[in-house]
C-alpha cells in the first residue's frame, strides 16, 4: 500500500510538472525567431514591435525551445543599478562676497573620505549662476575640480510651477576640505542654507535615442507654443527629450502631456521642465533636456510657455528610451523564439529570480530576434455572446410598449362594461 501510495504522488508531481512547462501556443498572437552565436546565457533587447504588440507591463513575454516548452527568464532595464553613499559634511565660513560670489568651505573630517558629487539647498529663487569646486587638505592650497558647473533655479508662483538643480559632479576627491564658489553675476547672492556630499558610483544607462516627427502651432492669444511628437506607436516607454534650437539667452517653462489619440481633448499630465541657454560674459551654459515620469503614449505634447517673448525656432526633437531586454539561460544546441502578444497573460514566475544575480547577467551574450511573424496556431478567443436585449436594441423597448397597450386595451374593456 506505502509503495502504491509513493508511485502515486510521484506520478502526480511529474503531471503537475508537465502541466507546468507546456506552453499554450494558441493564446499568443506574435513571435520572433531569437538566433545567436552561442554561450549559455543569452540577453535579446526588446524591439518596438514588442512594445506595441505586447501588454503595457510586458507580463505576456514568453520564450520558449523548440519543443514549444517555456524557458524561464528575467526582464531587465538597461538602467542597472547604482550606489551611492553620503559622506557627512561640516560647513565653515558660509559667507558671500558682494558682487562675486556665495561660497563655502565643507569640512569632511579626515582625508581620505572619497566624494564626487554634492548638492546645495538653497532658498534662492530665479538664478542662473557659475560653480567653482576646489579641494584642499590646508585651506591654503585650492586644487581646481570642476570650473564649468552651474545651477539654476526656475520658479513662478503664480502658474505653481518650480524647476531646480543645484546639483554639480566632480573627478573623486580624497581632500579634507571642498570649497564651492558660486558666482553672483551682478545678482543677489545664492543663499546656501546646507550642502549634502556623496560618493556616487554612476549608473550607466543603454537606451534608444528616437527623432520623432512633430507638429508647432503657435498659440499667440495664450503666448504658448504647442508641439506634438508622434513615436509612431503606442507601447514605447518614454522619460525624456531634448529640445534642438539654435537660439541663445532664452529660458522657458514648459508643461509635458501625454495621449494616444492627437486629437484627445484631454491629455495626461506628465510634469514640467525647464529650458534655458546663455552665452554672456558672465554666465554661460544650459539645459535643454525635459525628464519625465516614463510614459508608453504614442503622443507627447510641450506647451512652451512664451510669455512676451518671440517664440523659440525649434529644429527638431529627441526622445529617449531605456533599453528593455530579457536574459535567459540557453542549451547551445536548442532554439528558441520570443511569444507575446497575450493581453490575458499574466507576468510569469520562475524560480530564476531568486539565483539570477549569481549568474554573472553582465557577461550574457547579445542575441538578435527577427521580424515579427504571426503566430499560425493562434486562436483568437471568441467574445463572449451578447444577451438578447443587448443584440437586439429595441428588444425590451418593444416589449414595454406591447405590454402597455395590452394593458390599456384591458382597463378600455373593464370601463366600458
Not at 344 to 356: R, V
Request: charged residues 25%.
Amino acid at each position: 500500500m506505502k509503495k502504491l501510495f509513493i508511485i502515486f504522488v510521484a506520478i502526480f508531481l511529474f503531471s503537475a510538472t508537465s502541466c507546468l512547462a507546456n506552453f499554450d501556443i494558441s493564446k499568443w498572437k506574435y513571435y520572433k525567431d531569437i538566433s545567436s552565436t552561442g554561450g549559455n546565457l543569452l540577453r535579446v533587447t526588446l524591439d518596438d514591435n514588442v512594445f506595441s504588440s505586447s501588454t503595457k507591463d510586458l507580463s505576456d513575454l514568453r520564450i520558449i525551445d523548440g519543443e514549444n516548452r517555456e524557458v524561464p527568464f528575467k526582464l531587465v532595464s538597461g538602467k542597472e543599478s547604482f550606489k551611492s553613499d553620503r559622506v557627512p559634511v561640516k560647513m565653515i565660513n558660509n559667507s558671500y562676497i558682494p558682487g562675486e560670489n556665495s561660497q563655502v568651505i565643507l569640512d569632511l573630517g579626515t582625508s581620505g573620505s572619497l566624494v564626487n558629487n554634492l548638492t546645495v539647498s538653497t532658498v534662492s529663487e530665479n538664478f542662473q549662476r557659475n560653480v567653482k569646486v576646489y579641494g584642499s587638505n590646508d585651506m591654503s592650497a585650492w586644487n581646481v575640480l570642476r570650473d564649468n558647473g552651474y545651477f539654476y533655479d526656475f520658479t513662478d508662483k503664480k502658474a505653481n510651477f518650480k524647476s531646480q538643480n543645484t546639483q554639480i559632479s566632480f573627478p573623486d576627491s580624497a581632500y579634507h576640505y571642498i570649497k564651492i564658489e558660486i558666482a553672483d553675476d551682478g545678482g543677489k547672492p545664492v543663499k546656501i542654507i546646507s550642502v549634502e556630499t556623496n560618493n556616487t558610483i554612476e549608473e550607466k544607462t543603454r537606451g534608444h535615442e528616437r527623432h520623432p516627427q512633430f507638429k508647432s502651432i503657435e498659440k499667440t492669444d495664450k503666448k504658448i507654443t504647442e508641439m506634438v511628437a508622434d513615436l509612431g506607436v503606442s507601447g514605447i516607454p518614454t522619460d525624456r527629450m531634448n529640445i534642438e534650437s539654435k537660439n541663445v539667452n532664452f529660458n522657458r517653462a514648459i508643461l509635458i502631456y501625454a495621449s494616444n489619440d492627437e486629437n484627445a481633448k484631454d491629455w495626461d499630465y506628465l510634469g514640467q521642465g525647464y529650458v534655458f541657454r546663455y552665452n554672456t560674459p558672465k554666465f554661460t551654459g544650459e539645459n535643454v533636456t525635459l525628464s519625465f515620469p516614463e510614459t508608453t503614449k504614442r503622443y507627447l505634447k510641450l506647451e512652451i510657455n512664451n510669455k512676451d517673448d518671440v517664440p523659440l525656432s525649434i529644429s527638431g526633437l529627441s526622445s529617449f528610451s531605456v533599453y528593455r531586454e530579457v536574459i535567459f539561460q540557453t542549451n547551445v544546441s536548442e532554439k528558441y523564439r520570443l511569444f507575446y502578444g497575450n493581453a490575458k497573460a499574466d507576468y510569469p514566475q520562475y524560480d530564476l529570480e531568486k539565483y539570477f544575480e549569481y549568474l554573472e547577467p553582465d557577461k550574457a551574450m547579445e542575441a538578435k530576434i527577427t521580424n515579427q511573424r504571426d503566430n499560425p496556431s493562434y486562436i483568437a478567443e471568441k467574445e463572449p455572446e451578447k444577451p438578447l436585449t443587448e443584440r437586439i436594441p429595441y428588444l425590451l423597448s418593444g416589449i414595454l410598449t406591447l405590454t402597455s397597450l395590452f394593458l390599456i386595451f384591458l382597463v378600455f374593456k373593464f370601463l366600458k362594461k
